[in-house]
């Protein structure tokens, strides 16, 4: 890892610094804030930190935070009462009534690696714990990348057999109109007690009987076809078996949510071995999408008073696009220095490096990012076409050439290629 930082603001008084602050660099991609706290020449400086949500984290060559998420974190949009996100949350906690269900919204985002991962049976190469998938605070502490984080402490207060949990979760993800490297999770959850069930015909007839009496809605979504709808085998760590949803989605499937019987070591290791259940985990964009006919996860984000207005708490209605303006394709060619040139080592470049950096020039202007083969050779290069395109107005073709610009100055200086084109 290469850190480079570039203080901004270094006071001094009586001959010892009293504070130190400026912008840290991991590679580029990975950058924000940081605060040196007040030390004179007596004190040994402390250790660098990041704050976030009102607590300082020690940082360490794990942490990968950039500031396009960090300042994320406080927009809460599934708590914002007219936003699609909570309209849709209301909608699905409404089939899940209380007191058998307990809602959780307002869980913080910043988990231990324990929580994420470990209490859920990830094995520890699993691939979603490396840095290129999951966004690090420090070795031990991670953004949540799923609802699941919060089942094992969930099952563990025991205050209620089933509940909901919604929350913002975050990952290094592709960049295209379904995914978005923070976005929206409902997990749900329902415990039986195998004995209690067992005068009543046992758990599945139990669960039958319980998934008659639970609410029915008559919603169709945005859409006047028929919605197809597909469940396809999956894998989780947590769940046996496992499912996903998919439903078909401007041309493609989409996936919705992932979903499973509970593997029997959770309620072991939450002291209730005697209870067995369901889980699933889905995607609130995804529902919300469909629901309103939102045809791009970024509006999600939008301030633009022409998508907040179109919402109204407890409203589905269908979106009206303001406009479509057009899009301005770049592609970036280059190749990766060989291993032995590469400054501190080894340099590996993973796609989500890309989406990264991507993220961090153009924000919420790239629309897409595709990896494709060049065609002239037959020798190794990566390639990117980038689609910048504002969801807002016409993006002119010489703020995409300045953000292609940026996007180049940073492979070449943070990850040492050779641009090709
Ligand atoms: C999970 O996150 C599991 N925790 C779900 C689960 C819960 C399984 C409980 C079993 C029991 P998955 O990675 O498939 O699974 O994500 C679940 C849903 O989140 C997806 O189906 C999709 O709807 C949504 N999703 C995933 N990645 C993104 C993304 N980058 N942008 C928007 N939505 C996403
Ligand atoms: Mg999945």
């Known amino acids: 890892m290469r850190l480079a930082f570039t203080p901004r603001n270094l006071s001094r008084t009586s001959g010892a610094f009293v504070g130190l602050s400026g ?25 660098p930190t990041i704050q ?8 360490d060559e794990w942490t990968n935070l950039s500031s396009h998420i960090s300042s994320a974190l406080p927009r809460k949009l599934h708590l914002q009462p007219s936003h699609p996100l909570s309209i849709t949350r209301r909608l699905i906690e409404s089939r899940f009534p209380g007191p058998t269900y307990q809602y959780h919204n307002d ?7 324990h929580q994420n991962f470990d209490s859920l049976g990830f094995p520890i190469n699993h691939p979603g714990r490396s840095r290129t998938d999951t966004y690090y605070i420090n070795k031990d502490t991670v953004l949540r990348t799923h609802t699941s984080a919060h089942q094992a402490d969930t099952f563990r207060s025991g205050t209620s057999d089933g509940f909901l949990i919604s929350a913002d979760v975050y990952r290094r993800d592709a960049i295209d109109r379904s995914h978005y490297p923070i976005f929206h999770q409902m997990e749900g959850a329902r415990m039986w007690s195998r004995d209690a069930c067992k005068a009543r015909g046992g758990v599945p007839a139990v669960i039958r009987e319980e998934i008659e009496s639970m609410p029915k809605h008559g919603i169709n979504g945005a859409s006047e076809e028929p919605l197809r709808v597909r469940w396809v085998e999956a894998y989780f760590p947590f769940t046996s078996p496992s499912w996903e949803l998919e439903v078909y989605w401007q041309g493609n499937w989409l996936e919705l949510l992932g979903c499973g019987v509970v593997q029997q070591s959770l309620p072991k290791n939450a002291d209730i071995p005697d209870k067995i259940g369901w889980a699933f985990g889905v995607g609130l964009e995804r529902i919300a999408m469909l629901l309103f006919g939102i045809p791009d996860i970024r509006l999600f984000w939008s301030l633009d008073k022409r998508f907040l207005e179109q919402f109204k708490e407890g409203e589905i209605s269908r979106f009206v696009p303001f406009s479509k303006f057009p899009s301005c394709y770049k592609d970036v060619a280059f190749w990766l220095p060989s291993s032995s040139s590469a400054a501190g080592g080894q340099v590996s470049f993973h796609e989500n490096d890309m989406m990264e950096i991507v993220r961090n020039v153009a924000g919420d202007l790239a629309e897409d990012v595709d990896e494709f083969t060049h065609p002239n050779t037959g020798r190794k290069s990566l390639c990117f076409r980038i689609n910048y395109r504002s969801l807002e107005r016409t993006l002119k073709n010489d703020e995409a050439n300045s953000l292609q610009k940026a996007v180049k100055r940073v492979l070449v200086e943070e990850f040492g290629v050779e641009v090709r084109g």
């Open 52 to 59: 976030l949500e009102g607590r300082h984290y020690l940082i």
């Open 23 to 47: 912008v840290i660099r991991v590679r580029g991609i990975t950058q924000f804030r940081f605060q040196w706290r007040k030390y004179s020449t007596k004190e040994p400086p402390s250790p």
């Open 107 to 113: 869980l913080s985002p910043i988990v231990s690696v």
